[in-house]
């Protein structure tokens, strides 16, 4: 019986041990099973017990984004889903809806966003930026205005950017792969 009661009393303690799962661990697990990631996209997970914070990298296909690598990271707080994650670019690029900190500017990950929407639904967003830039909705406003008045000057400006150049006075990361 004395043995019985100890097992009993390390199980306890064991259990004590082990970090509770959070309601947001679990809904992020469900998230990332249930991707289904073009090969334009893949995530990678520094920590692997980590869950909550990891790297997505898009290389699209077509576009004038073509043939860049571009990184995102991924930090998700213990109140997801009922918040977004938050998004940045890791590398400084030329585009209309990232600004030079990284920052970006998706609508679901601002005011659209809703419990209902995934990881999914975001990763799928941030690709489309790199198909269709949204000079509407600008983080960086010079990059914006060049999209609307001259779109030949501002592709010229994303490839050169892509190449770890200079654009107006600021140095880019270089970002080509192929």
């Known amino acids: 019986m004395l043995k019985i009661w100890s097992m009993k009393k390390n199980e306890d303690a064991m259990a004590k041990k082990k970090p509770k799962t959070s309601a947001a661990q679990i ?3 469900k998230d990332l099973t249930e991707l289904d990631l073009p090969e ?3 995530t990678e997970f520094p920590d692997p017990n980590d869950i909550l914070n990891f790297t997505l990298i898009i290389t699209p296909d ?3 984004y073509k043939s860049g690598a571009f990184q995102f990271s991924f ?3 213990t109140n997801y889903p009922h918040e977004p994650p938050k998004v940045k670019c890791t590398q400084k690029i030329y585009h209309p ?3 030079l900190e990284g920052n970006v500017c998706l609508n ?3 005011e659209d966003w809703k419990p209902v929407l995934n990881l999914n639904s975001v ?3 941030l690709q ?3 198909l269709e830039p949204n000079a509407d909705d600008p983080l960086n406003k010079e990059a914006a205005e060049e999209l609307k008045k001259n779109r030949e000057q501002f592709m010229y400006n994303v490839k050169a950017s892509m190449k770890g150049g200079n654009v107006k006075g600021v140095q880019y990361a270089k970002v080509i792969v192929q």
């Open 62 to 64: 077509e576009g004038m």
């Open 123 to 125: 990763m799928v967003g």
């Open 27 to 29: 809904r992020v697990q």
């Open 108 to 110: 679901i990950l601002r």
């Open 75 to 77: 930090n998700i707080n």
């Open 128 to 130: 489309y930026l790199f």
């Open 97 to 99: 809806n990232v600004d």
């Open 40 to 42: 334009t996209m893949r």
